[in-house]
């Protein structure tokens, strides 16, 4: 009886798979020209993944764009300001990789003054 529920433990211990999670913040996305006016729109959050068989898969330039695209089209936004990034790899039985990146942040639109009349 005790073989078996420690057998059950290690195979649902197993199916649910292991979670290894890493973040940073970054202050903003692009620089800002000279004289631009940022307008806040608020808070966003986006996410992308990607899954692999037998391999993680690698979180690269795309899967950030992506999660970042994802948030900024919630408020219809240019650029992220004081955005956090959380990378989250989960492997299940060491057969299936799973690679997904969160972010969020303040979405802001991006103006330009008009030149002043001459």
């Not at 433990?9 to 996305?29: L, R």
């Not at 992308?48 to 068989?53: D, R, V, Y």
Request: with cysteine; proline share 3%; hydrophobic share 45%.
């Amino acid at each position: 009886m005790m073989r078996r529920l420690l057998l059950l433990v290690a195979c649902y211990v197993a199916m649910t798979g292991c979670t290894t999670v890493m973040g940073t913040n970054i202050a903003q996305d692009k620089l800002l020209p000279t004289g631009a006016v940022v307008e806040k729109l608020g808070s966003v959050n986006g996410s992308a993944s990607a899954g692999h068989w037998f391999w993680a898969a690698w979180a690269d330039k795309t899967l950030y764009e992506e999660a970042k695209q994802d948030a900024l089209r919630q408020k219809n936004g240019d650029l992220l300001l004081n955005a956090k990034i959380t990378t989250t790899l989960t492997t299940y039985l060491s057969l299936y990789y799973r690679t997904e990146i969160a972010i969020m942040g303040t979405a802001a639109r991006l103006t330009t003054p008009a030149p002043a009349p001459r």
